[in-house]
């Protein structure tokens, strides 16, 4: 032992991180394997490439199938418990590159409604969305709150790391 450090501890933390990492990567790509088999990647293509700022001005059915083809593994969760996403209010705003942004409040629909996993499937899309460059804000409709036992809820909101309104 050097300096009294103990040479288990970077071994085990190094474990530990590997077999995260792996986890990681076998659930994504399970994920994936699910959206393609239930979605066409001709047609996910398609819709991440529109303009959701555009497809919000026109009224554009396409909005939440463009919304759903920008979610990464949990879109996986929410297609297996037949969920989806409801835009329950949506505005145009300005990055801070002066870019035209879609700042949403989304509600869920589905199975989703009522699914012990909501708040990391609340954070999963949350943090999905945000990497699109239009999109500046995502929050989630107040009404969902309802759906969870005071227990639930009070867990939701000190540490689901999403806003309601």
């Excluded at 460059?133 to 909101?157: G, H, K, N, T, Y």
Aim: hydrophobic share 40%; with cysteine; charged share 25%.
């Amino acid at each position: 032992m050097v300096d009294g450090a103990d040479p288990t501890s970077p071994t085990s933390d190094n474990l530990e991180e590997t077999y995260r990492a792996q986890i990681t990567a076998a659930m994504e790509k399970e994920a994936q394997r699910r959206v393609t088999e239930s979605h066409d990647p001709e047609e996910i293509s398609r819709l991440e490439a529109l303009s959701l700022v555009e497809l919000f001005e026109t009224e554009d059915a396409d909005l939440i199938p463009a919304l759903m083809a920008r979610l990464g593994p949990v879109r996986a969760a929410l297609d297996g418990h037949g969920g989806a996403l409801v835009v329950a209010l949506a505005t145009i705003g300005e990055t801070n590159s002066r870019r035209r942004a879609l700042s949403l409040v989304i509600d869920l629909d589905g199975a989703c409604v009522s699914c012990g996993a909501a708040p990391g499937t609340l954070k999963g899309i949350q943090d999905d969305l945000l990497m699109d460059s239009e999109i500046i804000e995502v929050r989630f409709s107040s009404d969902m709150l309802e759906w969870f036992d005071e227990l639930q809820r009070d867990f939701v909101l000190k540490h689901g790391g999403v806003v309601f309104v």
